[in-house]
């Protein structure tokens, strides 16, 4: 599904996108007003479930979405880059991406990709019909789940609720869209007793190839399936011991703008964590958990034309491990996070290239993907949040210590590289203020210096096209750690029927990481134009804002503004960045008719033009577009919903800037126009 099939939809299927202070202070406005009461340095997003008091509450059903990414893409700051026409969908925000963008489940869970070419990254994992709310901390400015250097995306789940007699609820939610074959099914039951918490969920989505709003066909295949086990026992009062389960399944999915297509991945995610909430002792709250991510995954060629001269097959499983304590201390105005934890990463992967043609027929090649790669960081980390008065006060800091090597080195990288092995520490600091002017005025300003040690990718990728062009890409295990200083100031005017939020940011990232093409080096395969290699780039920049208006207009209707910019500069080669989000206009209206029973809304989102492209990486310029969603929820009953839709209204054939191409003349535009029906039955 397109951006702005997404976004339209998204805003009435998503329960509440409300920005809430971190403590659970309370909103005044709706669902894509992201203002708070008191600025601070986290937004979340409730997406199920009980909220603050206050915080206007679309009921709806959300659920049934299988990518996280479709849930992130209805945020101001975010786009994506997309290889396929409705999977995968790669989070960017305000620029930064891949491992930029610290994404995780829980506070500590999650997937390292299994495809070099990242069919499935992390946010791919995430079961979003499981998540109560989504925190987003922007920029290096909180460091308590991990480094930050762009971001840290914390998918928060429901907290284990116990009761005296045994309760059963549930829900069951399907969806259909009609360009393109759309299902979506989501079911969830749960049984609350005085001890015992247990939940499963389930979701299974699929599609075909969608026309795009010049009625060609765009290759979009895709098939996903979910499964959810989640337990929580009461051990005590105020100590929780729970587990999380969590099985994906993805099956023959196209992936048009890349050289293959994916065939399976599978997916384990696992998560055990203690609670235990203290009542006259030396801390507040101890948190404890231990987590574990299996990701196996198979890719290939055998229905492309490639085939006919060359089969290929990919073979390729990660790892990933890790723990985290943290303890957290309350006293008076003051609360104080302080922990430790560490996380193992290991990717392994093979190519197979079996000839179809001339003298070598039959003859077949086998190529490492990471060279079985592997990363271990052992972290500790300081959080304290502070009120005086009218002022209220955040610092935030953290030392990681990484070990990184390859486990079965090849044979180039040993003669090219005196050294494959790394030892990094990295030290990241952040501190901030916001205050209050009179009854309508609030000012924040952010200073943070957000440290993170290369990928494995970056670090042990071995001869693989995974960038933007068709280079083969070499990893460089000597990289330094990439470091982001960053400032942010936002300003927010409010009124009893307004709010008004302006965020300016500027960041000033040194060592860099990206890649420049090496003629030193030559490709595996002879049709590739080249090989790139991983680089430090000394500095680079990002500069940008973000402009949200959100009004009450009488009794009956509401409407959002948004504004979005990010400027992107290699300040060494003196041309921009790559994949940089084009500036981008939204505004939405809804009604709220029939005792709020009925509600129509109208979107509008327009995108301009992205003439800021790189050169070096040959970057193509992307057009201006305006794309229109009108749709209507119905709250039959307390506990059915319906809703229509119809997306891309005026069936506008357009290109995101950061999709792929198909083939150098042919890009992946989004979907054209498409009728929607969603419904919700809660049991």
């Known amino acids: 599904m397109n951006i702005c099939s997404m976004k339209a939809l998204m805003s009435l299927l998503i329960p509440a996108i409300a920005l809430i202070e971190s403590k659970g202070q309370s909103l005044i406005h709706n669902s894509d007003s992201f203002f708070s009461k008191t600025l601070a340095p986290v937004s979340v997003y409730a997406v199920k479930g009980k909220t603050p008091q206050k915080t206007y509450q679309l009921k709806s059903a959300d659920w049934v979405q299988h990518d996280a990414s479709q849930v992130l893409l209805q945020i101001v700051g975010f786009n994506a880059i997309r290889k396929s026409g409705n999977f995968g969908f790669d989070p960017v925000f305000r620029g930064f991406k891949w491992e930029q963008i610290n994404l995780i489940t829980d506070g500590a869970m999650g997937a390292h990709q299994a495809c070099p070419n990242r069919m499935d990254p992390p946010s791919s994992q995430v079961m979003i019909n499981q998540i109560k709310e989504i925190e987003l901390y922007k920029g290096p400015h909180n460091f308590r789940y991990g480094p930050s250097t762009g971001a840290v995306i914390n998918f928060k789940m429901n907290d284990p609720v116990f009761s005296a007699k045994s309760i059963w609820n549930g829900r069951v939610g399907g969806g259909y869209e009609t360009n393109g074959n759309i299902r979506r099914t989501e079911a969830y039951i749960n049984r609350s007793s005085k001890r015992w918490q247990t939940a499963l969920a389930f979701s299974y989505s699929a599609g075909d190839d969608y026309k795009d709003g010049n009625d060609s066909i765009i290759p979009a295949v895709f098939n996903r399936t979910a499964i959810n086990f989640t337990t929580a026992y009461l051990v005590k009062t105020g100590a929780i011991a729970s587990i999380n389960i969590t099985r994906n399944f993805t099956r023959n999915t196209s992936f048009p703008t890349l050289m293959m297509d994916l065939l399976s991945d599978d997916t384990w995610m696992i998560q055990a964590k203690y609670q235990v909430t203290a009542t006259n002792k030396w801390f507040t709250q101890w948190n404890t958990q231990a987590y574990a991510s299996l990701v196996d995954h198979q890719m290939g060629n055998g229905l492309r034309p490639s085939a006919a001269t060359m089969l290929s097959h990919v073979f390729a499983n990660t790892e990933t491990t890790g723990g985290r304590t943290e303890l957290v201390f309350r006293k008076n105005n003051s609360v104080w996070y302080l922990g430790a934890d560490l996380k193992y990463e290991y990717a392994n992967g093979t190519r197979s290239r079996k000839m179809m043609t001339g003298i070598m027929t039959g003859k077949v090649f086998y190529d490492t993907l990471w060279q079985q790669g592997s990363i271990f960081r052992t972290s500790a980390f300081a959080h304290l949040e502070k009120k005086l008065g009218q002022f209220q006060l955040t610092a935030s800091g953290r030392v990681d210590l990484v070990h990184s090597k390859p486990n079965q ?275």
């Open 409 to 683: 080195p090849a044979a180039k990288t040993i003669a090219n590289n005196a050294l494959i092995t790394a030892n990094d520490f990295n030290t990241s600091l952040s501190a901030g203020i916001s205050w209050t002017f009179g009854k309508h005025v609030q000012m924040a300003i952010w200073l943070g210096h957000g440290v993170r040690s290369a990928s494995i990718t970056e670090k042990f990728i071995h001869y693989l096209p995974v960038g933007l062009d068709a280079y083969e890409v070499v990893g460089n295990a000597q990289l330094k750690p990439e470091a982001n200083t960053q400032l942010d100031f936002l300003v927010r005017y409010q009124t009893e029927k307004s709010l008004l939020q302006i965020n300016f940011y500027r960041a000033m990232i040194s060592q860099y990481i990206t890649t420049v093409v090496d003629p030193n080096l030559k490709p595996i395969i002879a049709t590739s134009p080249g090989v790139r290699k991983y680089i430090n780039v000394e500095e680079a920049s990002m500069v940008g804002f973000e402009i949200s208006y959100a009004q009450q207009i009488g009794r009956l209707f509401n409407q959002d503004i948004s504004l979005a910019y990010v400027r992107g500069q290699n300040r060494v080669l003196q041309e921009p960045l790559p994949e940089i989000n084009p500036f981008e206009l939204r505004y939405k209206l809804v009604a709220q008719l029939l005792n709020t029973k009925l509600q129509p809304y109208f979107n509008l989102r327009h995108s301009f033009a992205q003439n800021r492209v790189s050169t070096s990486f040959n970057e193509k310029a992307t057009e201006d577009f305006m794309v229109v969603d009108i749709g209507v929820k119905v709250l039959a009953n307390k506990k059915l919903q319906i809703t229509t839709a119809v997306n891309n209204l005026f069936d506008i054939a357009y290109r995101e800037h950061l999709s792929r191409f198909i083939r150098p003349t042919l890009p992946l535009n989004a979907v054209g126009r498409t009728w929607v029906l969603m419904l919700t039955h809660q049991l």
